[in-house]
């Protein structure tokens, strides 16, 4: 299994910060290939549903998860959403979107992946990809979810 975290300093308050993670964040935060619709949000609680049609134009495919945990206190806030039906040849995908608190006006998110197929060749392969789709990320939560210059 194949395990990487990548933080991301906002200049805004952890509420401020969590009030917007949303499917507009969400498609906002795509990266432009694939072209991605979400067809399904039910939000960010234990049990909710996402699912994400991806169209590579010669083929396409979707991704399911089911948010499994949350956690929402003063300094910290997270959930993480499991894969259950997922591309690539994935068999495990977890995705824990963290918030902390890191004084009254600044929160660093957390992205945490791990994920793995039956062939660590392919962990290899797909580590980059997923890499670059959260790296792809860190300018624009900056953008879009800073209130503060």
């Known amino acids: 299994m194949l395990k990487f975290s990548l933080q991301t300093t906002i200049n805004a308050t952890i509420d401020e910060v969590w009030k917007q993670f949303d499917k507009e964040l969400l498609e906002k935060l795509s990266p432009p290939f694939p072209l991605i619709r979400i067809s399904t949000f039910d939000g960010c609680e234990v049990n909710d549903k996402v699912v994400i049609d991806m169209n590579f134009l010669i083929t396409k495919t979707s991704w399911s998860s089911l948010i499994i945990e949350n956690?929402?206190?003063?300094?910290?806030?997270?959930?993480?959403?499991?894969?259950?039906?997922?591309?690539?040849?994935?068999?495990?995908?977890?995705?824990?979107?963290?918030?902390?608190?890191?004084?009254?006006?600044?929160?660093?998110?957390?992205?945490?992946?791990?994920?793995?197929?039956?062939?660590?060749?392919?962990?290899?392969?797909?580590?980059?990809?997923?890499?670059?789709?959260?790296?792809?990320?860190?300018?624009?939560?900056?953008?879009?979810?800073?209130?503060?210059?």
Do not use: A, V
Request: aromatic fraction near 16%; charge should be positive.
């Open 71 to 149: 956690q929402n206190s003063e300094t910290e806030k997270y959930f993480i959403d499991q894969g259950i039906k997922m591309p690539f040849g994935l068999t495990h995908w977890k995705h824990k979107h963290g918030l902390k608190k890191s004084d009254d006006c600044t929160t660093i998110i957390i992205d945490t992946i791990e994920f793995n197929t039956n062939y660590l060749i392919l962990d290899y392969i797909l580590f980059p990809l997923f890499y670059g789709m959260i790296l792809y990320r860190k300018p624009l939560y900056k953008k879009l979810l800073s209130t503060k210059s």
